[in-house]
């Protein structure tokens, strides 16, 4: 058997995270983990074991992706299909018995199951790595920050605390570790974009930047992901049907399940415009009337000011806030804009499910389910098309900045 060689890089980053002291920051234990699944791709990659190179890894982990959301989603459809079938026959209300409200609850909550397993995906796991790393990141340079403070009371020579020159190397450590996030991020990003465009959301390098620094980028993706895998759900539901057309029972089942889909659709469109209407739009109104009552006071202040180091702080305090002003309603047009693509992807998808429960209701022949379903298919690409996201152009990076800033505020 060969011995493996160790790049003589790759030794001496395990060798200095083998020395951390136990009071470091936490981010320590994640960039650990992060190198491990380096260091493992590296040894795997070389002992010829990946088969990344030939596409057939990703094919497999695609097929085992969708295996898994498919063995997970039929359960939870078939459950929903069975309440659905009881929820005519239920009391308005009850005191002791399941009455509409309890059984309208528990679909709902099934629903919201249904679109947690529907966006499973390799996009959403590249999504969770962008954002790991970004956390590392910001984890670090408060680290370096905390390092330079600390550098200041500390002494130059010593035995047994840190010294000036243990902080330098500790900062330059960082860097140079933040320098290797960013690069991955790049790679990452590109990524992304790609698998987005194998779903079927083709859109430019400056569209993924605006869909992961906005807080309803998320949501746009989660989107991508639920088309495509309801788009391979309902082909499996109609080769099922199609193998099934002798046993009309078993082709209403499988029709039945596809009908959910569409209601688990709408449930996640009306998901995503609540969020909207409920909770980002009036924390936008909010932080936009807190800016504005503080520039109505700096105004004041500056008014009747006339010393110059004080004016020049008030001046950039006034900069800063209507820099803040400016991107709120670039973000506020942004998020309007997003409802209304998806207001009308949801009145698509609403029209369709009519026909769909109208046709399960009164099944004549599984031909005619067959077409719909074919039909279907396309409907999906139309929905992929309308929620194309808004190539958002910024005036500076400050804005771009500010406008991260806001998608933080937002998401808390």
Same mark, same amino acid.
């Given at each position: 058997?060969?011995?493996?060689?160790?790049?003589?890089?790759?030794?001496?980053?395990?060798?200095?995270?083998?020395?951390?002291?136990?009071? #470091? !920051?936490?981010?320590?234990?994640?960039?650990?983990?992060?190198?491990?699944?380096?260091?493992?791709?590296?040894? =795997?990659?070389?002992?010829?074991?990946?088969?990344? !190179?030939?596409?057939?890894?990703?094919?497999?982990?695609?097929?085992?992706?969708?295996?898994?959301?498919?063995? #997970?989603?039929?359960?939870?459809?078939? /459950?929903?299909?069975?309440?659905?079938?009881?929820?005519?026959?239920?009391?308005?209300?009850?005191?002791?018995?399941?009455?509409?409200?309890?059984?309208?609850?528990?679909?709902?909550?099934?629903?919201?199951?249904?679109?947690?397993?529907?966006?499973?995906?390799?996009?959403?796991?590249?999504?969770?790595?962008?954002?790991?790393?970004?956390?590392?990141?910001? #984890?670090?340079?408060?680290?370096?920050?905390?390092?330079?403070?600390?550098?200041?009371?500390?002494?130059?020579?010593?035995?047994?605390?840190?010294?000036?020159?243990?902080?330098?190397?500790?900062?330059?450590?960082?860097?140079?570790?933040?320098?290797?996030?960013?690069?991955?991020?790049?790679?990452?990003?590109?990524?992304?974009?790609?698998?987005?465009?194998?779903?079927?959301?083709?859109?430019?390098?400056?569209?993924?930047?605006?869909?992961?620094?906005?807080?309803?980028?998320?949501?746009?993706?989660?989107?991508?992901?639920? @088309?495509?895998? *309801?788009?391979?759900?309902?082909?499996?539901?109609?080769?099922?049907? *199609?193998?099934?057309?002798? =046993?009309?029972?078993?082709?209403?089942? @499988?029709?039945?399940?596809?009908?959910?889909?569409?209601?688990?659709?709408?449930?996640?469109?009306?998901?995503?415009?609540?969020? *909207?209407?409920?909770?980002?739009?009036?924390?936008?109104? /909010?932080?936009?009337?807190?800016?504005?009552?503080?520039?109505?006071?700096?105004? @004041?202040?500056?008014?009747?000011?006339?010393?110059?180091?004080?004016?020049?702080?008030?001046?950039?305090?006034?900069?800063?806030?209507?820099?803040?002003?400016?991107?709120?309603?670039?973000?506020?047009?942004?998020?309007?804009?997003?409802?209304?693509?998806?207001?009308?992807?949801?009145?698509?998808?609403?029209?369709? @499910?009519?026909?769909?429960?109208?046709?399960? /209701?009164?099944?004549?022949?599984?031909?005619?389910?067959?077409?719909?379903?074919?039909?279907?298919?396309?409907?999906?690409?139309?929905?992929?098309?309308?929620?194309?996201?808004?190539?958002?152009?910024?005036?500076?990076?400050?804005?771009?900045?500010?406008?991260?800033?806001?998608?933080?505020?937002?998401?808390?």
């Amino acid at each position: 058997m060969s011995k493996l060689k160790i790049p003589l890089a790759m030794l001496l980053m395990f060798l200095m995270m083998a020395n951390v002291s136990a009071d #470091e !920051s936490s981010w320590w234990n994640q960039s650990k983990k992060f190198m491990t699944d380096v260091w493992e791709d590296t040894t =795997e990659a070389i002992s010829g074991k990946k088969a990344s !190179s030939n596409g057939e890894a990703e094919v497999k982990e695609k097929d085992t992706l969708f295996a898994q959301v498919w063995n #997970e989603i039929t359960p939870t459809l078939e /459950k929903v299909l069975r309440l659905e079938k009881e929820h005519k026959a239920l009391p308005q209300s009850a005191w002791i018995f399941k009455d509409k409200e309890d059984n309208s609850s528990e679909i709902n909550a099934l629903l919201d199951e249904a679109v947690a397993i529907l966006s499973i995906s390799s996009t959403a796991q590249t999504r969770e790595h962008i954002r790991l790393l970004e956390e590392q990141i910001r #984890e670090m340079k408060q680290t370096i920050s905390e390092y330079r403070q600390a550098k200041i009371s500390a002494p130059v020579r010593s035995t047994w605390v840190k010294t000036v020159e243990d902080y330098d190397v500790k900062i330059k450590e960082l860097k140079e570790l933040i320098l290797r996030n960013e690069k991955r991020i790049v790679e990452l990003k590109l990524q992304f974009g790609q698998e987005l465009s194998e779903k079927g959301l083709v859109i430019s390098q400056g569209q993924v930047e605006v869909l992961l620094s906005s807080v309803v980028g998320d949501d746009i993706i989660q989107s991508s992901v639920v @088309y495509d895998n *309801i788009k391979q759900i309902s082909q499996q539901l109609m080769d099922l049907t *199609i193998s099934s057309k002798e =046993e009309i029972e078993i082709s209403k089942r @499988y029709y039945g399940m596809y009908t959910i889909l569409l209601k688990t659709l709408i449930h996640m469109q009306e998901t995503f415009i609540s969020n *909207i209407d409920d909770k980002y739009l009036p924390k936008i109104a /909010k932080i936009v009337d807190e800016v504005e009552e503080l520039n109505a006071d700096t105004k @004041y202040l500056l008014r009747d000011n006339r010393d110059k180091n004080h004016r020049k702080l008030l001046l950039a305090n006034l900069e800063a806030q209507n820099l803040t002003l400016k991107t709120a309603a670039l973000y506020k047009q942004h998020l309007i804009t997003q409802r209304g693509k998806m207001v009308i992807a949801m009145q698509k998808s609403a029209a369709d @499910y009519q026909i769909a429960d109208n046709t399960y /209701k009164t099944v004549r022949v599984s031909g005619e389910l067959i077409n719909l379903l074919r039909s279907s298919q396309k409907s999906f690409d139309l929905l992929l098309n309308i929620q194309v996201p808004d190539l958002l152009v910024f005036q500076n990076l400050q804005m771009k900045q500010e406008f991260a800033i806001l998608t933080k505020k937002l998401a808390d």
